[in-house]
């Protein structure tokens, strides 16, 4: 980040019933969205590359001993790691364009959270969702969550093909980086059972793979047929087909 270029932050609150309030704060550079934050003097053990590594993962463990997304999660992951994924507290998450609230399972917040730190967290392969921490949107739904995944794809084709590369347009990539997420998801949760006494953050996790799982699914079973009719204005005079 340049001189004088204030940071992208998104700040977290979770407030329980007893009106303990937990908050965390997520800075990302403008340039490129990457998480701001040193890194520490020391980890636990569990943040290590060679603690459950992911099978897709591409780095030297001689140049990266901890794994970025672990890293990225760390703090977060800690705190709550013995606490259970059914407390209900108040979630309010600030952005530099809005805030969100909501009442739900302390999971449901997590969940947020960490999908927007293990994007931006510098990992190769979540490193393909980076750009959607601009549009980060808590508590989507599958729909939602579809859509920006899409525009994201899409948008990464049409800058490779500015660069002479190849360009899928067909998006026959997608349902095989949809499941390299998911390949990430499954060993992280291995990770994260040596890590959490309580389920908070596994199911946190569970709740990204989710996501995963459907967007896949969807893609691959159902296509993209009923999104299509809304883009009907492009090909058609009144755009009502």
Same mark, same amino acid.
């Given at each position: ?159 490779? /093909?500015? =660069?002479?590369? @190849? !360009?899928?347009? &067909?998006?026959? #990539? *997608?349902?095989?980086? %949809? ?9 992280? /949760?291995? =990770?994260?059972? @040596? !890590?959490?006494? &309580?389920?908070? #953050? *596994?199911?946190?996790? %569970? ?35």
């Amino acid at each position: 980040m340049q001189a004088g270029e204030k940071a992208i932050e998104y700040r977290y609150r979770f407030v329980f019933p007893d009106d303990k309030v937990v908050a965390f704060s997520v800075r990302l550079d403008q340039a490129g969205f990457r998480v701001l934050d040193e890194p520490k003097a020391a980890y636990p053990a569990w943040v290590r590359l060679g603690n459950c590594r992911c099978p897709n993962c591409p780095l030297d463990e001689s140049q990266h001993p901890y794994c970025p997304a672990a890293a990225g999660v760390v703090d977060v992951i800690e705190f709550f790691k013995d606490a259970s994924s059914r407390d209900t507290v108040l979630i309010e998450i600030e952005s530099p364009a809005r805030t969100y609230k909501k009442k739900g399972p302390l999971a449901m917040g997590v969940s947020a959270l960490i999908g927007l730190q293990m994007a931006a967290s510098g990992c190769p392969v979540l490193g393909r969702l980076r750009a959607m921490v601009l549009t980060h949107l808590p508590f989507a739904n599958l729909d939602e969550t579809l859509y920006r995944y899409l525009a994201n794809y899409m948008l990464a084709q049409y800058f490779r /093909s500015r =660069r002479g590369l @190849s !360009a899928d347009w &067909e998006m026959k #990539g *997608l349902i095989d980086m %949809a499941r390299g997420i998911r390949e990430v998801n499954r060993s992280f /949760s291995l =990770r994260l059972h @040596s !890590a959490c006494r &309580e389920d908070a #953050g *596994l199911n946190a996790l %569970a709740h990204l793979d989710c996501f995963a799982e459907n967007a896949a699914f969807t893609l691959e079973k159902r296509g993209l047929d009923r999104l299509e009719r809304a883009f009907s204005a492009y090909w058609t005079q009144d755009g009502n087909q």
